[in-house]
């Protein structure tokens, strides 16, 4: 038990460390080199104003979370899904190559208003559709790769043992892609939070952080802005977090 806490203060303390120096050194340079709100304000003021709205931060910081996890859970499906189906026809890996590629650089500028136009302003659909295709390609690439990780004598000798296709894929195809998923996951948890809050600065209801951003950014109250970015930063260590640990259990699980 003590080697556990002593481990786990040896990696928070380090960061929690650098951070409360990192905070030090910035209200230090807010106040001596008087450095202008717009510019940077400073974190005793982005505090304040962050207690003051935390209500509101809090209601924007789950709208805004909730579109991430529609479109985490509806792009990690699709992604795995279809790298599956790939992964076993050969014709389908090549055709989706390049629309994959295609998709991987629509940028969400252009695809927020086309999508908004279709489902709807009032509509928070466009936002989960928006996370859905930024997770799809990190999931999908990475799962993709690691379902080929597979050496061929480890599949014949399954065959030599009559195993059938859904047992090498049970017991030795899946198991070893399962560190590339989650690997897609992790990067797939924090694109999810960026998407769903970028799409929310070009329309859309004005309930998620994104949308409170842009409104206190141009009533030129910007600690106010900072504090709803303090709560996108919140959620998108959430997020992390979250996938970080469901990897850790399933790898603990594959051990056993």
Same mark, same amino acid.
């Not at 910035?26 to 202008?36: R, S």
């Not at 509806?74 to 790939?86: P, S």
């Not at 799409?199 to 859309?204: H, I, K, Q, S």
């Given at each position: 038990?003590?080697?556990?806490?002593?481990?786990?203060?040896?990696?928070?303390?380090?960061?929690?460390?650098?951070?409360?120096?990192?905070?030090?050194?910035?209200?230090?340079?807010?106040?001596?080199?008087?450095?202008?709100?717009?510019?940077?304000p400073s974190?005793?003021?982005i505090?304040?104003e962050l207690?003051?709205?935390?209500p509101a931060i809090s209601?924007?910081?789950?709208?805004?979370?909730?579109n991430?996890?529609?479109?985490?859970?509806?792009g990690?499906?699709?992604?795995?899904?279809?790298?599956l189906?790939?992964?076993?026809v050969?014709? $389908?890996? @090549?055709? /989706? #190559?390049?629309?994959? &590629?295609? %998709? =991987?650089?629509?940028?969400?500028?252009?695809?927020?208003? !086309?999508?908004?136009?279709?489902?709807?302003?009032?509509?928070?659909?466009?936002?989960q559709?928006?996370?859905?295709?930024?997770?799809?390609?990190?999931?999908?690439?990475?799962?993709?790769?690691?379902?080929?990780?597979?050496?061929?004598?480890?599949?014949d000798?399954?065959?030599?043992?009559?195993?059938?296709?859904?047992?090498?894929?049970?017991t030795?195809?899946?198991?070893?892609?399962?560190?590339?998923?989650?690997?897609?996951?992790? $990067?797939? @948890?924090? /694109? #999810?939070v960026?998407? &769903?809050? %970028? =799409?929310?600065?070009?329309?859309?209801?004005?309930?998620? !952080?994104?949308?409170?951003?842009?409104?206190?950014?141009?009533?030129?109250?910007?600690s106010?802005?900072?504090?709803?970015?303090?709560?996108?930063?919140?959620?998108?260590?959430?997020?992390?977090?979250?996938?970080?640990?469901?990897?850790?259990?399933?790898?603990?699980h594959?051990?056993?």
């Amino acid at each position: 038990m003590r080697a556990v806490m002593s481990t786990t203060l040896h990696r928070v303390l380090p960061p929690v460390a650098l951070l409360v120096a990192l905070l030090a050194i910035w209200q230090i340079a807010t106040e001596v080199g008087q450095i202008p709100a717009f510019l940077l304000p400073s974190p005793f003021a982005i505090v304040d104003e962050l207690v003051t709205f935390l209500p509101a931060i809090s209601s924007a910081t789950l709208v805004t979370g909730g579109n991430a996890l529609v479109g985490l859970i509806a792009g990690a499906i699709l992604g795995i899904l279809v790298a599956l189906i790939a992964a076993f026809v050969r014709l $389908i890996d @090549s055709l /989706l #190559a390049p629309l994959v &590629a295609a %998709i =991987a650089v629509v940028p969400i500028v252009a695809l927020a208003p !086309i999508l908004y136009s279709m489902f709807g302003a009032n509509s928070e659909l466009s936002r989960q559709i928006i996370a859905a295709i930024a997770v799809f390609v990190p999931v999908f690439t990475n799962t993709l790769r690691g379902l080929g990780q597979v050496l061929p004598v480890q599949r014949d000798l399954m065959r030599a043992y009559a195993a059938s296709p859904f047992q090498i894929a049970r017991t030795v195809t899946i198991p070893a892609a399962l560190p590339f998923v989650f690997t897609g996951l992790r $990067i797939a @948890s924090s /694109l #999810a939070v960026i998407s &769903a809050l %970028i =799409a929310e600065y070009f329309g859309g209801p004005r309930t998620g !952080i994104g949308s409170f951003i842009t409104t206190a950014a141009s009533g030129s109250n910007y600690s106010r802005a900072w504090a709803y970015v303090v709560g996108a930063i919140a959620l998108g260590l959430l997020f992390y977090g979250i996938t970080l640990a469901l990897e850790t259990f399933a790898s603990r699980h594959r051990r056993r």
